[in-house]
């Protein structure tokens, strides 16, 4: 078990070293509870799966998708890892590069909005 975790901790570094740009630019707007008081972390293993910003009190996670995600068996992936992590409690909210390029303040309404929801239920 030690050495999974260890395993995961290493992947979630190496994946927070090789954000993307969007990813970059989103996270600045996401840490330190800028958003709305919500804490946020990221490159966060659940499961078999790593999410690229979860606030978990809320069980939100968003995911920032590029071109790849376009193609059928990303897709088919995506399907089957939103449905793993719906089934233990999380919502997934999807962002293209290009939404988090172009309109920064609208995903972080989106994100925002999503957040108020969730503390409802």
């Known amino acids: 078990m030690r050495g999974l975790r260890l395993h995961e901790a290493?992947?979630?570094?190496?994946?927070?070293?090789?954000q993307t740009e969007a990813e970059r630019k989103l996270w600045r707007r996401l840490r330190n509870r800028t958003l709305g008081g919500f804490k946020f972390v990221r490159q966060e293993p659940i499961g078999p799966?790593?999410?690229d910003f979860v606030c978990r009190e809320e069980?939100?996670?968003i995911e920032i998708d590029g071109a790849t995600h376009s193609t059928d068996d990303e897709r088919h992936?995506?399907?089957?890892r939103e449905q793993f992590l719906h089934d233990r409690g999380y919502h997934v909210a999807r962002?293209?590069?290009d939404d988090v390029y172009r309109n920064i303040e609208g995903v972080l309404d989106t994100i925002l909005a999503a957040l108020e929801r969730r503390q409802t239920l």
Do not use: W
Not at 10 to 18: E, I, K, T
Not at 77 to 80: K, V
């Open 49 to 51: 799966y790593f999410a």
């Open 95 to 97: 962002f293209g590069n």
């Open 59 to 61: 069980k939100l996670i």
């Open 10 to 18: 290493l992947r979630a570094r190496g994946l927070r070293q090789d």
């Open 77 to 80: 992936r995506d399907e089957r």
